[in-house]
């Protein structure tokens, strides 16, 4: 535990992977960068991230968790990345998620129940918020 956050609150905030991408320029997480050249079959222009084609994607590229990585649902804790690794982003710590002993039941309940995640989610994200941010040194860096 850390800061009153369990497993439950860890795998709950683990699901906000249904929504955004990783990008080569600010993680180095995956190879895939900006524009149409890093795009997946999911992350490029033709491709509907919503589920509604009046909805824009915004700037091709990236590699999501998920393919409709513009709605929040429970998609993530099916972990489709493992089926489409060329397309999905599945990393190391969002495997262990399904495998560890702590984690697996929150996990597994999420994947079966989205209101049991949505209402998990909304509680560890008031959470989180409320424990604020502390900046060490307390006048924050300058680069």
Not at 35 to 43: L, P
Not at 106 to 126: G, I, P, S
């Amino acid at each position: 535990k850390y800061d009153g956050m369990g497993d439950k609150e860890i795998v709950a905030l683990s699901g906000a992977h249904t929504i955004g991408r990783a990008f080569k320029e600010r993680s180095g997480a995956v190879e895939n960068g900006y524009g149409e050249k890093g795009a997946t079959k999911f992350t490029c222009p033709k491709w509907h991230a919503s589920g509604r084609a009046d909805r824009p994607n915004g700037m091709p590229g990236g590699k999501s968790w998920t393919p409709r990585w513009l709605k929040f649902d429970n998609s993530y804790f099916s972990l489709p990345g493992k089926e489409e690794p060329d397309d999905l982003l599945v990393l190391p710590t969002d495997r262990v998620l399904e495998v560890d002993p702590g984690f697996k039941p929150f996990f597994d309940k999420y994947r079966e129940d989205q209101a049991a995640f949505f209402a998990d989610y909304a509680a560890a994200h008031k959470k989180l918020s409320e424990l604020g941010s502390k900046f060490e040194p307390a006048a924050g860096l300058r680069i």
